[in-house]
């Protein structure tokens, strides 16, 4: 050990900026879902859905540990920087996985409980320690992992599954290929000193270029297909028109790209494509938490379809 772990150090473990997604999506999940939920029992079940998702980064933290001590982007992580022992980390995401389901199941119902489990499974074991070390399909299949919130605060709502609820799990499903494989462009030599079998070190950069872009294209019907449904409407489909838009304009450019002129830049154009990646899913589940509003508080007589 470097040093005494701070408080600091146990919620990096959880992985905050992953578990903010996983929140938002969760709320929005529950909230354009066809069944009130009493404002309590609501925030006590994203509260539960974020210790779950803190579970999972715990849990993932540990098991990656002789990577990220590699890897230049995860080497200040608290295990590998020595401020956290493994055990505990260990420790903790057991402790909070068993904490959030159970009282997720008391605060809501079971099947949500149950829902969660699975995710948390999902991640740390299915994901963390088979896929992401065996396949260069390891984002395309552990990519479910990530897009199961929608799908539980939904549950949390229904107690069950909605054709809404599977196009939420779809859209962050075929975002997240190409949203990682942006990311694998510019950071393939962490991945490659970290033997991770990503596509950009199986299949090289080219081959990564061609997929982010058949992924781009496959992700917009599916974008623009849950505007037709309950919990879309036209203020959902303007937004997904344009935001696709751009994010197809994007993946066209980044198919387009020499790597010589790419390394040249330092990967400018893939940088970007990332950082609007994670605004491209926001605004999309903005857009429909907007819907909700809009058609819940009646504004301008607002009905949506």
Not at 111 to 133: C, G, P
Request: no cysteine; glycine share 10%.
């Amino acid at each position: 050990m470097t040093g005494e772990a701070g408080f600091g150090d146990y919620v990096a473990l959880l992985k905050p900026r992953v578990m903010s997604l996983v929140v938002f999506t969760a709320l929005v999940g529950l909230l354009v879902a066809p069944v009130s939920v009493h404002p309590m029992v609501a925030l006590a079940s994203i509260l539960f859905i974020a210790l779950g998702a803190g579970a999972s980064g715990a849990l993932n933290m540990w098991w990656d540990a002789d990577i990220d001590q590699v890897m230049r982007r995860t080497r200040s992580r608290p295990i590998p920087a020595g401020k956290v022992e493994p055990g505990e980390a260990l420790g903790l995401g057991i402790a909070l996985s068993g904490i959030s389901v159970i009282m997720l199941g008391l605060a809501a119902n079971w099947f949500s409980a149950a829902f969660l489990a699975f995710t948390i499974f999902f991640y740390a074991v299915i994901y963390s320690m088979w896929l992401k070390r065996s396949t260069p399909q390891n984002i395309v299949i552990g990519g479910a992992a990530g897009a199961f919130p929608p799908m539980i605060g939904w549950a949390v709502a229904t107690g069950g599954i909605g054709i809404e609820s599977v196009l939420m799990f779809a859209l962050i499903f075929m975002w997240t290929p190409p949203h990682f494989w942006a990311l694998a462009l510019f950071m393939n030599d962490d991945y490659s000193r970290a033997r991770i079998p990503m596509l950009t070190v199986t299949h090289g950069r080219a081959a990564t270029r061609r997929h982010v872009l058949a992924y781009t294209v496959l992700l917009a019907p599916v974008a623009l297909g849950a505007g037709f449904t309950s919990i879309g409407g036209p203020v959902y489909l303007a937004a997904a028109l344009v935001l696709n838009a751009l994010f197809l304009r994007g993946a066209v450019a980044i198919w387009r790209r020499d790597e010589t002129v790419a390394e040249a830049d330092g990967y400018a154009v893939e940088k970007r494509f990332f950082r609007f990646s994670l605004l491209y899913l926001f605004l999309h589940f903005g857009a429909l938490l907007a819907e909700a509003g809009l058609r819940a508080f009646g504004v301008f007589g607002y009905a949506g379809w």
